[in-house]
């Protein structure tokens, strides 16, 4: 059993102002939004980046950008082992994976539960 790559990414161009991103983080009702530029996944914004390098260091959310608070974001390719996600997972302490294509552009991601649940069945 192949784990699914789940098509509904939200993301948002690097120069997205963070009020914007905090939009997008509220009405799609998630944690984090992937950051893109030129087309490739560069980033990640959380909610905790945005209080604690925007909101409580007294910056404008109307000015600073995506680019400008967001962390590395370790990936996967389509064609790497889904081990390869778990450990990504399991290192950075996060619930989902990005999957991008051989030119960095993010394609989905992949659930820590449903990889589990994959390498679980390779083991039986």
Request: proline share 2%.
């Amino acid at each position: 059993m192949e784990p699914k790559i789940h098509k509904d990414v939200i993301k948002c161009e690097s120069i997205t102002t963070i009020k914007d991103v905090a939009k997008l983080i509220r009405d799609n009702k998630v944690r984090h939004i992937y950051v893109e530029e030129n087309g490739k996944l560069v980033g990640v914004v959380g909610g905790i980046d945005i209080n604690n390098k925007v909101v409580a260091e007294g910056k404008d959310p109307k000015v600073i950008k995506a680019k400008d608070i967001m962390n590395n974001v370790e990936f996967v390719t389509k064609d790497q082992k889904i081990e390869y996600a778990y450990a990504i997972m399991r290192n950075f302490n996060t619930f989902t994976c990005p999957v991008v294509d051989d030119n960095k552009k993010l394609i989905g991601y992949y659930k820590f539960a449903e990889i589990c649940e994959a390498i679980n069945e390779k083991i039986k």
